[in-house]
C-alpha cells in the first residue's frame, strides 16, 4: 500500500500560479505512474497530470495542456505539478494518484485503475 500526502493548495487570482506536491510512502514500485485528479462540486472526480515514476513519460488532459508541468523526483518519490496561467475553471480539490502503468495511459486516467488517493487539497482561483 502507498501513502500520499499532498501539500499546496491555496487561493489564486486569475493568471497566477501554483505547485502542487505530493509524497508517495510506503510500499513504492517502478512500475508505477503517480498524478493528479481534480473533483470539482458536484462533478466526478477528473484526470489532469500523470508521470510514470520509471522513465519520466507523462500525460495531461487536454485543458490543462501547455498551462500544467508535472514532474518527479524518484530519490523521495515526490511529484510536483507546476500549475501556470490558473482559471476559475480549474477550481478544485486535487488528489494525488498512485497506481499501476501499464503499455499505454488511457486505463489510467480513470480514477478505477488508481489503488491509492491522498487526502485532497482545495485550489481556488477567483476571477
Known amino acids: 500500500q502507498v501513502q500520499l500526502v499532498e501539500s499546496g493548495g491555496g487561493l489564486v487570482q486569475a493568471g497566477g500560479s501554483l505547485r502542487l506536491s505530493c509524497a508517495a510512502s510506503?510500499?513504492?514500485?517502478?512500475?508505477?505512474?503517480m498524478g493528479w485528479f481534480r473533483q470539482s462540486l458536484g462533478q466526478e472526480r477528473r484526470f489532469v497530470a500523470a508521470i510514470a515514476m520509471s522513465g519520466g513519460s507523462t500525460y495531461y488532459a487536454d485543458s490543462v495542456k501547455g498551462r500544467f508541468t508535472i514532474s518527479r523526483e524518484n530519490n523521495n518519490h515526490t511529484v510536483y505539478l507546476q500549475m501556470n496561467s490558473l482559471k476559475p475553471e480549474d477550481t478544485a480539490v486535487y488528489y494525488c494518484?498512485?497506481?499501476?502503468?501499464?503499455?499505454?495511459?488511457?486505463?489510467?486516467?480513470?480514477?478505477?485503475?488508481?489503488?491509492?488517493w491522498g487526502q485532497g487539497t482545495q485550489v481556488t482561483v477567483s476571477s
Open positions: 494518484a498512485a497506481g499501476l502503468l501499464g503499455t499505454n495511459w488511457a486505463p489510467w486516467t480513470n480514477p478505477r485503475a488508481i489503488s491509492s
Open positions: 510506503g510500499r513504492t514500485f517502478s512500475r508505477n505512474a
